[in-house]
């Protein structure tokens, strides 16, 4: 609820840009579909055929780091045409992540993908494996929910943590705050993925982990910059108007 709340703080203190935010939906759908399917591709786990060329494909399944990429693109492209910092509108939706992690994860429940290695705990859930009816998992990890209770207590720390960081709309700190945090939740997630629907390419660690790592030391660095090379709050209001 803080973070909620801290948002729409944010929104009322600083200009909404209403079409910005309207291009923004329209763009982040297609690369959304097109960054996550092409994650998934390259992760090696679809069909033979090119995924682009079957309808197959298309329905076999999404990365969500791929997604989030599509989101980050779609961003630039509103912020090249609508004239706008980037940085703001980062600022702006990021936040929005959390959530859209946490549906995202529900949704892999429900469809059974995504799930977590063996394990004894009791809560360990048994799922159909797709595309192998009557086939199912031992009981598993329920990663998925895992992320989505994570991902919505991350949301709620928001408040607190941009408040100790001194984050402001169009500086940039919360959206490497978000980058930072939510990478931190799929490196130590992945460890419970591990045998079951990923496995270890590299030291013990997934591509997903490698990806993070590089998103946290990368991230970290910018949010250490943005820090120590802060704009006025002034300058960065007109540069939003």
Known sequence: MGGFI?????????????????????TALPLVLLGGHTA????????AAPFFLTLHGWSSGYHSLGALAGIALAVLVVSWVQR????YLFDLFAPAVFIVS?????????????????????????????????????????????????SIALFSLLPWLAARCKARPGDGLLAALVVLLYSAERFVLEFFRIGG?????FVGLSLTQLIAGIA???FGTALMQSILRRKPDKAIRRSIK
């Open 197 to 201: 629907t990923t496995h270890a390419i």
């Open 84 to 87: 706008l910092p980037a940085l």
């Open 216 to 218: 946290l030391a990368a």
């Open 102 to 150: 946490a549906i995202w994860r529900l949704g892999c429940f429900f469809h059974g993908c995504c799930y977590g290695a063996p394990t004894e705990m009791l809560w360990g859930v048994s799922f159909t494996i797709v595309n192998e009816l009557g086939i199912r998992t031992p009981p598993s990890h329920p990663v998925q929910l895992y992320e989505a209770a994570v």
């Open 40 to 47: 998934y591709y390259l992760a090696g786990r679809p069909p």
């Open 6 to 26: 801290h948002w729409q703080r944010w929104l009322g203190k600083y200009p909404l840009p209403t079409k910005a935010i309207l291009a923004l939906f329209a």
